[in-house]
Each structure stands twice: as C-alpha cells, then as structure tokens.
C-alpha cells in the first residue's frame, strides 16, 4: 500500500504574502501613528470628549449601513457575526444601552480598526485601516454643528496639517429635487449624478425622463453650487420650498457661528439618505480624499447625533515629507549605560551577550553609531575597519 501524499510546504512568497487591501506598518510609520493618535486624544479629551472601546465584533445586520460590504463570520452557536465596518452605527448602540438618559449633550470619543470585504477607491484601496474620531450625541442646533467644525480645524493644527474645510448639506439637494417633482429612481439616479458632478449623466437623465429646460438647468445649477460664502446666496435663490429655505438659513447661521474660511460644496449628494444635516471634510494639499470628514445623522429613535473621524492612514501619508529624524539609538551594555543614554533622550536598546564581534556586527547592520557603559560613550567601528561584510 502507497503511503498518503503529502502535500508540499508553502513557499516563503506566499507565507510572506497578506491579503490584497491590508498592509504591514513599520516602525517609523507606527512611532509617527501613535504620536498623532496621542495628540488627537488629548485635544479631544480637553474638549470634554470622552474615550470609550468597541467591540471589533458586531452582530450582523442587513439594515446595516455597511452590510453589503462588510467581513461576515459564523460563531460556535451559529450566530452570524461581522467585523466593525465603521464606527457610527456601533456608537448608537453604545449610546442607547449604556447612556439612554444621557445627560444630553454627550460629548465621546473612540478610536480603533475597521475592515470592510470591499475595496473602494473612496478609502484608498485598503480593506483594513485606523480611525480616531468624535460624536456629539442628543442636541441638533447650529452651535453644535459649528463646535465640530472647530473642533475638526483644532485637529488639523495638532498634528501639523493645513487642510480647508468643505461643508455640504445633502439635505439641501433632495430638497430642491422634491421641489422640481422628482421623485423615487429618477430622483435617486440625479442624487448620484449631482454628486458625481456628472453633467453629461444629468443632461441624459433629464432626457430619458422628459425634464423641462427649466429644470434641467437647476440641475446643473446644482453640480456649480461650489466655492465660497457666495454659494449661499445662489443656493438661496434656488430655494423654493421650506426644506431647502431652511438648509440654508442653518448653514448661514453655522457659518457666522464658526467665524473662520468655508468652502461650501452644496452638490454634496452622496448618502443623503444618512445624513440628517450638514456634511463636512478636509483636504490636505496633494491628496484627493479627504483627511477627515464627518456629519450630522439620526440614530436609531430619532436621536439626533453628529462627528467625524480621521484615517491615521491618510494623516501619515500627508505627514511623511515631514516626518522628523528619529532619536539617535544606542546600544547599551549594562543598565547604568541605558538609564544615562535615556536620560539624555535618546534610545537605548540593551546588549543580549558579551560576544564584542557579534554586538559590532549587529550596530553595523541596525546602523547604530555609539555604544555606553557606565557613563561612557564609544564609537562603533565601521564596517570596513573591523572587516564586516567584506
């Protein structure tokens, strides 16, 4: 009898490999990453928002925002499970059974992983990354709204970006379309098409469905509704009923209440189903997605609530041109030598053995320059005079 095959051991390319949208963070990039998330906890933390942990583990759901595309698993009781796809949801259900009666307004914190099955261009092709962000929880005025808007340029400065903010209001655009009688596919159909600033898609879209001139004009009107305080005033002029009328009027008042530069992007269309009020985002120069962004919604039971959060992951990529050198590292041969060496701010990783030729050989390689003992400073050799790698 033949023995049973064996089926042959992976090669070191596909061990090594990890799935498509994830990536490694080395240490540069990590040391850079948990600074900035530092300093962003703490300037939230001193504006009253209080830190709390969720569960990376959900129950899944298909009136999820994120269902479709989100990493599913089966438990040992057969219950079907995902992984945190984003954090919104997850904060509503921690308002409503650990802070039902408040006290309102309640003002948190959270930061953590998400993971999503598909990749979107929208999040940079990753399936696997990092935000940090704020909820303001049960109050839905424009003082609430303009305290994220300065609380989201407060951030920008702690971590040393510039980025101008852009305010939409995709309520603003599913009121003017209501206005012109546009209703169920075709009233979705334009949504995205405004959004996507698509004026050849709209012009089709109004054809197919027999669109007067009239109307079709304020369509693309609404792809033009970008700039300055200056949008407001056409906005204005567009607004005929009383949903549109009062988006703007909300957003004049957020405006005057947040005192500082706005760009306006009132063709802001995108899930305006989701939004309840006012979006907002930051771009930094160079990157075309945005840094942060946020907006008002409505959890479960109508409470009102509003945030934004910030990918780690596109905070560093603005951030590398500037990263700052790192502290000189130095190899210490006793704890008296690391204690002095950390001391003096620097870093001091300890020596393992007394084996001199293996210790030269490793600070050569890691490219460390010194070694301490006691309170004395060496010079490591280099490669080509004590003959390493030759």
Not at 176 to 186: F, K, M, T
Not at 223 to 241: F, I, K, N, P, S
Request: aromatic share 8%; proline share 6%.
């Amino acid at each position: 009898m033949s023995s049973p095959a064996r089926s042959a051991p992976p090669s070191p390319a596909r061990t090594a490999a990890i799935p498509e949208g994830t990536r490694d963070v080395l240490p540069p990039e990590w040391a850079q990453r948990e600074h900035l998330r530092a300093r962003l906890v703490d300037l939230f933390g001193a504006w009253g928002y209080r830190g709390v942990e969720l569960p990376a583990l959900e129950y899944a759901s298909a009136e999820h925002p994120q269902d479709a595309r989100a990493f599913k698993l089966i438990d040992s009781g057969g219950q079907v499970l995902a992984l945190r796809s984003e954090f919104t949801t997850a904060m509503g259900r921690l308002v409503r059974s650990r802070f039902p009666a408040g006290p309102f307004p309640l003002r948190l914190q959270y930061g953590g992983r998400l993971w999503l099955r598909a990749l979107t261009s929208e999040l940079g092709r990753l399936r696997e990354f990092y935000q940090v962000g704020v909820e303001l929880i049960g109050v839905a005025t424009p003082q609430a709204d303009a305290e994220l808007l300065h609380l989201a340029a407060a951030a920008l400065r702690a971590v040393g970006v510039t980025a101008q903010l852009e305010v939409g209001y995709p309520g603003f655009v599913d009121a003017v379309l209501e206005d012109a009688g546009l209703h169920g596919e075709s009233r979705d159909a334009l949504h995205d098409a405004i959004d996507r600033k698509s004026g050849a898609d709209v012009d089709l879209l109004a054809r197919r469905d027999g669109l007067s001139p009239e109307v079709t004009r304020t369509l693309h009107a609404l792809t033009d509704l970008y700039g300055g305080a200056e949008v407001l005033d056409t906005a204005q002029a567009m607004a005929q009923g009383e949903r549109a009328r009062d988006a703007v009027v909300h957003l004049r008042t957020v405006a005057a209440l947040y005192g500082g530069p706005l760009l306006f992007d009132l063709g802001v269309s995108r899930r305006y189903g989701y939004y309840t009020g006012i979006t907002f985002r930051a771009y930094a120069e160079g990157l075309n997605q945005p840094v942060l962004g946020g907006g008002r919604y409505a959890l479960e039971g109508g409470l009102p609530g509003a945030g934004f959060a910030v990918g780690l992951e596109r905070l560093t990529g603005v951030l590398a041109p500037t990263l700052p050198p790192e502290p000189e590292v130095v190899l210490a041969l006793d704890l008296a030598g690391a204690t002095l060496a950390r001391t003096a701010g620097l870093t001091a990783e300890l020596a393992w053995t007394e084996d001199q030729t293996e210790l030269q050989a490793f600070c050569v390689a890691r490219g460390i320059k010194r070694m301490v003992q006691g309170e004395t400073f060496t010079a490591v050799e280099s490669s080509e005079s004590n003959g390493v790698g030759a």
